[in-house]
């Protein structure tokens, strides 16, 4: 069954520096998404992309934040200079939606740690 | 702002017995959803309701959305040792949308 991947499953960075998440959706999907769960605490929607453009961001997703579909198959998020406080999993989802389900499919996850 | 509420957060289970998961939500939408998480794990999708008053069941877990009131619920039957994870609602308003997820309830089982 097709999945999601995200690589790498671990990053340790310090802050100020930048850190790219990479994500490979569901090949013949549509949407894509990054979300963020901060540990103990619920998921947090950061943007969408869609027809190779952003469809939608939330007020987490700054000027420090940017996405970029590089070729066919990639999706990725950037962080140009990390804080503390982006310490969390950040999980990529796609979607194809369709008359029958618009179910987002969600990564394993990277675990970003800010030192 | 839409926002999304559920409960209880902490769900203590007896084996064999019945429970209950609340979602509500603020405002206006027929797309909910319901999302298992098993620790340090990823998010595992259980139920897609698109509509008032539907209802799918898979194993011990049934689930069921009312639009009007706003509210889905999550019952679970019998509750087994393999049921142990947070459970999330969350909706959306548009196929493609962004997400709005609850707080997650978080259960554990009892013998």
């Known amino acids: 069954e097709p999945e999601v991947t995200q690589t790498p499953s671990h990053q340790v960075t310090q802050m100020g520096q930048e850190v790219i998440l990479r994500c490979v959706p569901i090949?013949?999907?549509?949407?894509f998404y990054w979300y963020r769960q901060i540990l103990g605490q619920k998921v947090e929607f950061l943007v969408s992309?869609?027809?190779?453009?952003?469809?939608?961001k939330s007020e987490i997703f700054d000027d420090q934040f940017s996405v970029e579909r590089p070729d066919g198959s990639n999706f990725t998020l950037k962080i140009r200079s990390t804080k503390l406080e982006d310490s969390a999993m950040y999980f990529c989802?796609?979607?194809?939606?369709?008359?029958?389900?618009?179910?987002?499919?969600f990564g394993p996850g990277t675990r970003l740690t800010v030192l | 702002e839409l926002k999304v509420e559920q409960n209880p957060l902490f769900l203590s289970m007896q084996e064999g017995k019945n429970y209950t998961i609340y979602c509500n939500y603020s405002t206006t939408s027929d797309r909910l959803y319901w999302y298992r998480q098993d620790p340090g794990k990823s998010l595992e999708s259980l139920f897609v309701l698109l509509s008032n008053g539907a209802v799918k069941q898979e194993g011990r877990l049934m689930a069921s959305l009312d639009t009007k009131a706003r509210l889905s619920t999550l019952h679970i039957t019998a509750a087994v040792h393999d049921l142990p994870a947070t459970y999330f609602c969350?909706?959306?308003?548009?196929?493609?949308?962004?997400?709005?997820f609850g707080e997650g309830t978080q259960l554990t089982v009892n013998p």
């Open positions: 992309f869609y027809n190779n453009e952003i469809s939608e």
């Open positions: 969350a909706v959306d308003k548009t196929s493609g949308s962004r997400l709005t």
């Open positions: 090949s013949n999907h549509l949407y």
């Open positions: 989802a796609s979607s194809r939606p369709s008359g029958g389900t618009d179910t987002q499919y």
